[in-house]
């Protein structure tokens, strides 16, 4: 957790954004984020985000749940407890089918959705900072963060001519903390650091 | 330049004239509204059927299921119905959120979450049958495997009733992640504009932090996608695996190879019946006629007149192989005990027949399949009619055992059978008043997602992009 400084610029469109996305990576600037109200395609790639490997952790969820079933029945089966049903096998292969299924379904599918809370730090209780209240209705909010070099006013001024309808420069806190949405978080340090 | 194209020949997801703020504004309003007083009428009829089947249940426990009218021949009798049913129901909404997204249904958007919210509510009232069904609820935990000071005595791996525990509580977590993970960023969006405080700190819990970050989206259309992938099969298995309770068992009527596609024709059937009914009344109380249109309606009943034809389809099958099959008990359970409308259940038989396959075929035509007032109709009589045949698979095949000396002449449930289903109904419906009082009864953020191909007012722009080059609408899209 620490302290940065961003300029912020609202977008209320999708197709202005993409070409100031374009503009400003263009121009140097290092955009941290854009919050946007729904998933926009494509974005992830114009950012220059690599491509997410949940997939891979789900596959891996998936065969560590099929081998606890087979592992699990065919111990329980062969080696603990043998019983004679039916005078089926004990390891009758068939027979199991449907529940390693089930148990690979439900381990990749609780897997991947607690890394997927685990990735994005989502959590009851945990609050963040939101740079704009309407990123989550129709605005779509980039967030450039400043280095000692950058130029707000300029920088503003650029985000602008890009066609953002808002800007604003914020101090915000990076990470995530725990806290309520209903008390205004306090930031721990003074806002503006006097330069001696 | 546009993002996306959709042809004009379509017709529009979101009717009227329609943008982001627009959306958010329609959808969330009722969340920050007072409940209105149809609201409350329908949530205290739900809360007093709840009670009495609490009631109904309390008593169960208290005195023993020999409260039914269950007997030695006719061992699973309303409860068991009632469960097949629920967890029929409980098909359609994984079914609209999984299976369509795969097969890139747009319309899919104006109805997954209400859907996948009485997915939920239903398995939930499903699972209560069984559960109680067992007599000694307080030791219901013995259904699942665990290390135990008995032996251990394992639970049996081989028994499709063990199965169907893992089906059902893996289709219930999944279906309920699945649900939840699709609830974030529309519950980010109601915290975000609220003004109470109460409401700031409960959505402010509920939505996890969300952002609405770009890596986040990316992680969390990955994540719909294998959610959509796996629950695919999921949703096929787990009345596949309802199927096998009876299939893999050696009674006339139920020891059949055609069981498992048959009950998931039959579940997805009776799950999209119910969401008409749910969606038909939700859409016109909360005023969402412009995001669950009569495209939406008209594209659900194309769904139960194929589903329905295919149900029929595996009932003459069923009757064919009677026949062919040349087994006299097969023959005695599906002439005599079914066909014939003069034997005891017949009634139910036929009732079933007309429901469930004569009735659907209406929706051919166009004009019916487009009229609300008569598809709740439909809705309602769909829904009868798949009760029953859960009814007639079970209790026809039982009635009449292979000797005579144990027949039962006729099952009839007792008030307390009657008041756990009417008890379930009461959950059911209490569920539903609230996730539609108190959640965004429609995906908002994926209708913004379909808005700029699919909106009404944004199709006639389509026109430019249907003149373009080839070349240069190949480079638009490139980025």
Same mark, same amino acid.
């Given at each position: 957790m620490a302290l940065k400084r961003y300029v912020v610029g609202c977008f209320d469109d999708e197709e202005v954004l993409f070409p100031a996305v374009k503009k400003v990576r263009n121009a140097g600037y290092k955009i941290q984020d854009v919050y946007t109200p729904f998933p926009v395609h494509g974005l992830d790639h114009a950012l220059g985000m690599r491509e997410t490997s949940l997939h891979t952790a789900g596959f891996i969820y998936g065969i560590l749940g099929t081998t606890t079933a087979l592992a699990g029945m065919g111990w329980v089966f062969t080696k603990d407890w043998p019983m004679n049903i039916g005078g089926k096998p004990n390891f009758p292969l068939p027979a199991f089918i449907p529940i390693v299924f089930e148990l690979t379904v439900l381990f990749a599918a609780v897997g991947m959705v607690m890394t997927f809370c685990y990735l994005c730090q989502l959590a009851p209780f945990v609050r963040k900072h939101h740079f704009h209240p309407r990123a989550t209705d129709d605005l779509f909010v980039m967030a450039i963060e400043c280095t000692d070099r950058t130029n707000v006013e300029d920088l503003k001024g650029f985000l602008q001519s890009a066609g953002a309808k808002e800007v604003s420069y914020q101090v915000a806190e990076s990470g995530w903390w725990f806290g309520r949405y209903d008390v205004e978080p306090k930031l721990y340090r003074e806002e503006n650091p006097v330069i001696g | 330049m546009h993002l996306k194209y959709e042809s004009q020949i379509r017709e529009p997801l979101v009717d009227g004239n329609k943008d982001y703020h627009q959306i958010t504004e329609d959808i969330i309003r009722p969340i920050e509204a007072k409940p209105s007083k149809l609201w409350y009428i329908g949530f205290s009829i739900s809360v007093a059927l709840l009670l009495f089947g609490v009631y109904s249940v309390y008593r169960d426990v208290t005195?023993?299921?020999? #409260?039914?009218?269950?007997n030695k021949t006719v061992g699973w009798g309303w409860d068991i119905t009632n469960f097949v049913w629920w967890v029929g129901i409980g098909h359609a909404g994984t079914l609209i959120s999984a299976i369509l997204l795969l097969f890139r249904q747009g319309w899919r958007t104006g109805v997954n979450r209400a859907a996948e919210a009485m997915t939920i509510f239903a398995v939930i009232c499903a699972g209560q049958f069984p559960i109680f069904h067992?007599?000694?609820?307080?030791?219901?935990?013995?259904?699942f495997p665990y290390g135990n000071t008995r032996g251990p005595v394992w639970v049996n791996f081989d028994s499709p009733l063990l199965w169907d525990v893992f089906a059902i509580s893996t289709y219930f977590t999944v279906s309920l992640l699945f649900w939840y993970s699709g609830l974030l960023p529309d519950l980010a969006t109601v915290r975000d504009r609220a003004k109470t405080k109460f409401r700031k700190l409960t959505y402010g819990i509920l939505a996890f932090g969300w952002t609405g970050s770009t890596k986040h989206w990316q992680r969390h259309e990955a994540l719909s996608l294998v959610l959509a992938g796996l629950s695919t099969p999921l949703v096929l298995s787990v009345h596949t695996i309802v199927s096998f309770d009876f299939a893999t068992s050696v009674i006339p009527g139920w020891h059949t190879t055609i069981f498992p596609p048959y009950f998931v024709a039959g579940a997805i059937f009776s799950g999209f019946a119910m969401v008409q009914t749910l969606l038909i009344v939700v859409r016109k109380v909360l005023n969402l006629q412009e995001y669950i249109t009569l495209g939406h309606i008209e594209a659900m009943n194309k769904v139960i007149v194929l589903t329905g034809s295919i149900v029929g389809c595996a009932y003459l099958t069923e009757l064919f192989m009677a026949w062919y099959s040349q087994n006299e008990y097969e023959a005695y359970a599906f002439f005599y005990s079914r066909a014939n409308i003069f034997s005891p259940y017949g009634w139910s038989y036929w009732g079933m027949m007309f429901c469930?396959?004569?009735?659907? #075929?209406?929706?051919?035509f166009k004009k019916l399949r487009r009229n609300v007032v008569f598809t709740f109709f439909m809705s309602v009589i769909v829904n009868i009619g798949m009760w029953f045949e859960r009814f007639v698979i079970i209790v026809t095949s039982l009635?009449?055992?292979?000797?005579p000396s144990s027949w039962s002449y006729y099952y009839s449930p007792t008030i307390w059978e009657i008041g756990f289903y009417l008890g379930t109904f009461g959950l059911f419906f209490t569920c539903f008043f609230l996730f539609a009082k108190?959640?965004?009864?429609?995906a908002v953020a994926e209708i913004k997602y379909v808005l700029k191909t699919s909106g009404e007012n944004y199709k006639e722009k389509m026109d430019k992009v249907e003149d373009q080059k080839v070349e240069e609408f190949a480079h638009d899209y490139a980025h």
């Open positions: - | 005195y023993g299921i020999g #409260q039914w009218n269950l067992m007599g000694r609820v307080w030791l219901a935990f013995f259904i469930n396959v004569v009735s659907p #075929q209406v929706f051919w009635y009449r055992d292979y000797l108190y959640f965004p009864t429609i």
